[in-house]
């Protein structure tokens, strides 16, 4: 039985939310559904076009909602998960990395020919005459952004002279199509102090805006730019640099990104929709049990998971291996036994659902439905 | 395009390997073939039996070479796991995790039905009753070990009066057939002083054979004393206590099995066979690379890769986030571009495999087999 199967039987069944296997990945529906609408009204509040990042979610079901609630269309990370999405049926996808190698650009073009619309990003000279080769063999036309590097080093070229030159020969008359600049501060979304993170966001975009106002003085003023997180949505368009937002994590949230948000006279912006749920299968020892959700279960990249529903207040969890949690907690006034149901706030979404088959998607105590993740694993 | 055929076009041709797309986990076959003919030699010559625990590769491909070599049958951390394995033909399976829930029982006895030898784990004489309850309403026995908790609180009974009544529950005549004991020190196997390992390991074996006597002295003969692990497998034996060893990680090793015995003098038991290939993906600033593996492409609960190739010599790896490495060298020699190809040892071997779908098994070069790994986020 696959993993998707193993809990269908309990959709439409009162009560089935508590009685799933686990561990499980849950989605509380209607909080999605508020993070989706607004983060779509802010959007066309500022006036800012959205196509957000479904390396977050992975899953067609959720793009699908994203645009239709107005996103452009989405960005993947990886060209493997647009494969997936493209073949769920989401026909517009901005690949946010450079796609290099010979074999990687013959599948890039198989999905051009697939999709109503491609994008990929682009920051070496030899990257870009290559792909150029490849879409000339095939006749067709391949959509690139120069992919600019806001300072963090990871990928893109620094908004100098290089990325001026790099823009030039993607612009000049060839088989690709110049539609204009990424640049993504991820080093920036996770920033807690909101002065630090509005300064060095600002400060990142107006570093943008003069290569843009250069590009433009040269008559290569780029279409889209395109950027931004979960964690600077709200600063972004004060900069008037932006044409299109980036964020990915607002769907879900996770603890790493409520704690951004999580002090005196804040509140994060969005609600978490995503938990994992995991059954105590062990309680031997007072104050302790054991839990089915490990380092399988949760990303450990950002910490331990946060208990949400389910233990004694003030109940911590805490990996107890591969395959195991922990939990202490207080047993003076409520002990929990084998059986017993937790629901916690994942550290770190993204990796965490690259974990799963299938999200299990609950209103209130029940299932609705059970989503594939497409996407998942598909990092190649 | 699945995973599993992204590469398949490589198999059999010279050169393969370096050109698989990235990022690929990848098994070399000679080495992990040495691996487990080592570990097949130890267990015969010390006259103790081996089930390799299935956690850590969850392929039945590798499960079947450990039976061919002399295991008794696999052990599985969890039961989507093992239905995984059994049906993709292993016929032999210990759950080293209790099964708590009605849902996971009903399937559980599903499972039993279905191998020729199934035995699961228990700590609880609520869930024992559960255990018996069911197998009786389907006319059938199920194999039970008792699980004992070596010290560390994960699951088990401490071996005191409880776990012995538990014994006599079990051992009933009923519908649950008292298989022996279990004991795993999982906290034990990464201890990387050998005499604290050793004087650790021997003490807890010396607790589990004072049950074990007191269990002969009640006619309640453990017929399986069944735990162990790759950090312990050369002192088990010594203690004379369990009759078969539970290793699983011996088959690849990693970052943190090796440094077990990273000491002057000392060198790993057995050798790496399992590796992430990498390319680099962007590559614009002095001494530092990007690749296309991040968080998504290891497990980093315990710190980052080691790269074994590709990279000049003294590069470090560190994770650039989801989707990320970063390669920092000193580039006064030899300079990283897009394109090239690195090879890494993993951190932690168990939860890394658990985000791929298949393993590219090479020799020398070439790419021999692509293995599915069935049991691939099967942790529920």
């Known amino acids: 039985m696959r993993a998707e199967e193993l809990n269908r039987d309990l959709i439409g069944i009162p009560g089935g939310r508590q009685r799933l296997q686990t561990p499980a990945l849950v989605i509380d529906l209607d909080v999605m559904e508020r993070n989706i609408a607004r983060m779509a009204e802010h959007a066309r509040t500022h006036n800012i076009a959205l196509r957000p990042h479904a390396k977050t979610h992975k899953c067609s079901e959720i ?28 026909d517009s996808i901005l690949i946010t990395s450079p796609v290099v190698t010979d074999r990687g650009i013959a599948r890039l073009m198989a999905l051009n020919a697939q999709l109503r619309e491609l994008i990929v990003v682009c920051d070496s000279a030899e990257v870009a005459a290559r792909l150029n080769r490849s879409a000339a063999e095939r006749g067709m036309l391949l959509k690139v952004l120069v992919d600019i590097d806001p300072g963090m080093g990871r990928t893109g070229l620094a908004p100098n002279d290089a990325a001026v030159a790099l823009v030039q020969q993607v612009a000049n008359p060839n088989h690709l199509e110049y539609a204009g600049l990424q640049c993504y501060a991820g080093n920036l979304q996770h920033l807690e ?80 929709s995503l938990f994992v749920q995991t059954t105590v299968i062990s309680a031997n020892r007072d104050g302790l049990a ?56 994942v550290p770190h979404c993204d990796p965490t659902v690259n974990l799963y088959d299938c999200y299990h998607c609950v209103r209130g105590d029940m299932l609705e439905a059970i989503w594939p993740i497409e996407a998942r694993g598909r990092a190649a």
Chains 1, 2 share one sequence.
Request: negative net charge.
């Open 63 to 90: 793009a699908k909602r994203q645009m239709q609630a107005g996103a452009l269309g989405i960005c993947t990370a990886k060209l493997g998960e647009a494969e997936a999405l493209a073949d769920a049926g989401i």
């Open 193 to 272: 102090s909101p002065n630090e993170r509005r300064d060095s966001s600002l400060s990142a975009m107006s570093t943008l805006a003069q290569l843009r106002d250069a590009l433009n003085a040269r008559g290569l003023a780029p279409k889209i730019l395109s950027g931004g997180g979960t964690g600077t949505f709200d600063i972004d368009p004060d900069a008037r640099t932006l044409t299109e937002l980036q964020a990915g994590s607002y769907v879900f949230m996770d603890r790493q990104y409520n704690e951004v948000w999580q002090k005196p006279g804040e509140r994060p912006p969005f609600e978490t």
């Open 290 to 345: 054991t839990s089915d959700a490990g380092f399988k279960a949760f990303a450990t990249d950002a910490g331990a998971p946060r208990i949400a529903h389910g233990a004694p207040e003030g109940a911590s969890y805490f990996f107890f291996g591969d395959e195991q949690g922990g939990v202490r907690y207080d047993s003076s006034n409520r002990e929990l036994n084998v059986g017993d149901v937790l629901t916690c706030i």
